[in-house]
């Protein structure tokens, strides 16, 4: 089916299933532990032996020599695979290193060994026998020192062009009655997910499957092949469920590499799991950045000129932190300029993170545009209502935004959560020992789609059954898959099983970027109105008067039930959904509203989250009890990144020192206040037939943003150095 022409009314309007709050259908499996987890998969690969990584104790340089003999004949040891018994092994595309080094060494703690072994215990005792020597080349591990070498990208998959002017940006600043002129950084961030990165694997004869913990089937199917120089149709990822991933588990990751290689080599399952501590260093961040933003307006906080500037890292042959994203689009100025510059980093990989680009780059602009309300009088909310803009602000009149009611969250978030009590004037509030301010920001977040594709069918009991690669990485894919079926064909959602995860089910779009949800029920969609229309050829009804509710498929005064037209074979259909160029033609993106009061200890400069609520316009929303949850658990990392969630860089050696749990520093529950979530009604027909959009990475867009104001707000302390911690505000309060 292709989605070329707004939608118009069509059976997903009927509100029966979709749109209401239901519980996740998944959610009895995981919390009696009978979800099946990728490390986890006894019952598909019995006899698994146990693989451990040794990573490289050096960020760059070349192998000189490795010792295997102790390892080898340590208890328990089945084999060792490293670069020299691995045979020929390709890149995949998503890989800006190798996922198992040797003799080059790209960065800390890439995969130079898997040791394999009977038992867990042995494999990593026997890891620890494993000895290397290293030839060790200097490196370049400070964005701030490298910023003056950093370079022009080339143009991206999602962030676009690198680099983007409109008017004159240099002479319109100038002019200006009022100007921002200030730098911010933000740090390395960890994805810090909950289940680890970890895969089992086996091989029938050349076939390879791999249970593992993936966001991305299909791309990772098409990454292990050309890793491994095989037929892709030899290839079967499983991942029906994934404990988090926010981008760390996009990609093809040396688990799952290592534990395909290890099973080959002793000819019988493997399992490899990253400690917790492996993962930073081991895996995927994101890069730190360096954002200088400027902004002319006149005295009444009108925007004319806007520019964004960016530096970030990455090794050779990675991408930049495209953090002036939502500066293209937020709000008006009709001399505009941004760019992104980025610097050879030895670090290790540089990628996406949820919300990768608007996440980091709201920390910044956000808190300019508070900065700009002070200085010319204005309240912060109305400022940005002041340079709203109903068309893409690039682009001009021609190309108007598909639905923006960025306004209406302004508005109605600052309502409901009593805005109008705010002192304008910093450190004017004190309850106790608590000096108490309020903050807020605007929420973007680029709305994407991608084609995805389903299969679906009715068997001889009436129940529908959905398959689609799909993931479902604790968002509740397989509540709102089900939901969409559920409406599409007429039947109760406890009368629809869904099946995800698995490569040898249509391909889907995949979880990340924003555009599963959408994308994914979209796909259902697409295939379920192919199953309406061959069960209403079956039933001798005209396809488009057809009605489905109750379990049966209705015309005129006649019925029949959807399990009798079934029949025993069952009756099944696939297709998917192919989108035209309505994105072109609008601009696509989802808004909301930050509001964050904060207490700082006037003695410790301790800072307490005391209130957070926002309001959100993401078209049609598809399970509102699933969202609010995907929300709130947003704008608890928007918290992380603005008081504590930073990598520290050893800019000695190169790697990052705080690589766990107990030292890379998030929030827990003692930190985090009961949020208030306010969904604001939106149909966006240019989006898909769902009329839907994006919502798991638009509570992290500004979160963080809301509680820098807040501080500043309770305090006056302006701090522009992510994250914002007790040492910080100590040092600026004593200057």
């Known amino acids: 089916m292709k989605f070329d022409t707004p939608a118009g009314t069509n059976p997903i309007d009927q509100g029966r299933v979709i749109g209401i709050p239901h519980d996740r259908i998944d959610g009895p499996a995981k919390v009696t532990g009978t979800a099946p987890y990728a490390y986890e998969r006894h019952d598909a690969a019995p006899n698994a032996a146990y693989g451990w990584i040794v990573g490289s104790a050096i960020a760059r340089g070349r192998i000189a020599a490795m010792d295997l003999r102790a390892a080898e004949s340590a208890p328990g040891v089945l084999g060792i695979v490293t670069h020299a018994n691995a045979g020929k092994l390709g890149k995949g595309n998503f890989n800006t290193a190798p996922l198992l080094g040797g003799p080059q060494v790209d960065h800390y703690d890439q995969a130079l060994a898997l040791v394999i072994a009977d038992t867990f215990e042995n494999a990593r005792d026997a890891a620890r026998r494993v000895r290397i020597d290293y030839m060790p080349q200097d490196g370049k591990f400070d964005l701030a020192a490298e910023r003056g070498n950093a370079v022009k990208p080339p143009e991206g998959d999602f962030g676009g062009a690198p680099d983007t002017a409109v008017g004159d940006f240099d002479g319109a600043f100038a002019r200006a009655a009022v100007r921002i002129d200030q730098h911010y950084t933000t740090p390395d961030h960890s994805h810090a997910m909950m289940e680890p990165h970890a895969t089992t694997a086996a091989w029938n004869g050349d076939r390879l499957t791999l249970w593992t913990s993936n966001q991305m089937i299909a791309w990772s199917v098409g990454e292990m092949a050309r890793t491994l ?36 080599q002793v000819g019988r399952p493997v399992k490899v799991a990253l400690a917790r501590h492996q993962i930073p260093n081991n895996t995927t961040h994101r890069p730190a ?87 010319c009088g204005v309240d912060p909310v109305e400022l940005r209502i002041r340079n709203d803009v ?66 679906i069918g009715v068997d001889a009991t009436g129940k529908v059954i959905v398959e689609t690669d799909m993931t479902d990485i604790g968002t509740g894919s397989y509540t709102i898959i089900g939901q969409t079926a559920a409406e599409m064909l007429g039947v109760p959602l406890d009368r ?52 489905f509710e109750d379990g049966l498929i209705r015309h005129d005064n006649e019925s029949r039930t959807l399990a009798a037209l079934a029949g025993r074979e069952g009756v099944w259909a696939q297709d998917s959904m192919d989108y035209g160029d309505l994105d072109k033609r609008y601009a696509q993106a989802t808004f909301g509203a930050h509001f964050c009061e904060v207490g700082v200890d006037i003695d410790t400069a301790e800072v307490r989250i005391r209130r957070m609520g926002g309001a959100f316009a ?74 839907a959009k994006g919502v798991g990475e638009l509570g992290i867009c500004g979160a963080g943003a809301a509680v820098a104001n807040a501080i500043y707000n309770a305090t006056g302390i302006r701090l522009r150095d992510y994250p914002l911690t007790i040492d910080k505000l100590l040092k600026a309060q004593a200057a």
């Open 229 to 264: 120089g095989i037929a892709k149709a030899n290839v079967r990822l499983v991942s029906p469920y994934v404990g988090g991933g926010f981008g760390a588990k996009l990609f093809l990751r040396a688990d799952a590499l290592l534990a395909a290689l290890g099973a080959k």
């Open 289 to 375: 950045t360096i954002q200088r933003i400027r902004i002319g307006a006149d005295k009444d906080g009108v925007i004319d000129a806007i520019g964004h500037e960016v530096w970030s890292g990455d090794l050779p042959g990675g991408g930049p932190e495209t953090a002036a994203q939502q500066t293209r689009l937020l709000y008006r100025g009709a001399n505009r300029m941004t760019a992104h510059r980025l610097a050879t980093l030895h670090l290790p990989e540089g990628n996406a993170m949820r919300a990768p680009g608007e996440a980091v780059g709201l920390l910044a602009l956000e808190v300019a545009m508070d900065e700009l309300a002070e200085a």
């Open 618 to 691: 993401a078209g049609r929303i598809l399970n509102p009890k699933s969202a609010r949850s995907q929300v709130i658990g947003a704008m608890t990392m928007g918290v992380g990144a603005a008081l504590m969630e930073s990598l520290e860089v050893d800019t000695r050696f190169g790697f990052f020192v705080n690589h766990d749990m107990a030292e890379y520093v998030v929030p827990v529950h003692a930190d985090i206040p009961p949020q208030d979530v306010l969904f604001i009604d939106e149909l966006d027909d240019k989006s898909s037939p769902m009329k």
């Open 390 to 455: 109903q068309y893409d602000p690039e682009a001009g009149t021609q190309r108007p935004f598909s639905s923006r009611k960025l306004v209406e969250c302004l508005r109605a978030g600052a309502e409901r959560f009593g805005w109008d009590r705010r002192k304008a004037k910093p450190a004017q509030v004190r309850d106790g020992r608590w000096l108490v301010g309020m903050g807020m920001a605007s929420a973007f977040r680029n709305n994407l789609v991608g084609k995805s594709g389903a299969r």
């Open 496 to 547: 629809v099983t869904v099946r995800l995860g698995d490569s040898r089910f249509p391909e889907s779009a995949g979880s990340g970027g924003q555009w599963g949800a959408n994308s994914a029920t979209a796909g259902v969609y697409a295939a379920a109105m192919a199953l309406r229309a061959k069960l209403a050829e079956k039933a001798g009804y005209p396809a488009d008067q057809a009605q």
